[in-house]
């Protein structure tokens, strides 16, 4: 088992989970509504200076749902290249 987790802009968030849904996967997964936080894309803080707030979904799955979560999630990245979008997997 892999767990995979995705942190990005809540901005994206429906089309992220279009993405999933559409590659038939990350059927399962558990999300944190609002992640605050530094990134390469920035601060992500949810207040007046830095109002911008992430979300991010932890997925538990096998290793080849985890290529096809990586797939979704790349497609996403690439119409929103300054959203912050990143992906992690830890076995």
Request: charge should be negative; charged fraction near 25%; glycine fraction near 12%.
């Amino acid at each position: 088992m892999i767990r995979v987790e995705i942190i990005a802009n809540r901005s994206v968030e429906e089309n992220i989970l279009d993405a999933l849904s559409k590659g038939g996967v990350g059927k399962f997964y558990t999300k944190i509504p609002s992640v605050l936080g530094v990134g390469s894309a920035g601060p992500r803080m949810g207040d007046a200076v830095w109002p911008e707030e992430n979300f991010s979904l932890v997925i538990w799955c096998e290793e080849e749902e985890a290529y096809g979560i990586k797939h979704a999630i790349n497609i996403v990245k690439e119409k929103f290249p300054g959203e912050g979008i990143k992906i992690f997997g830890i076995t």
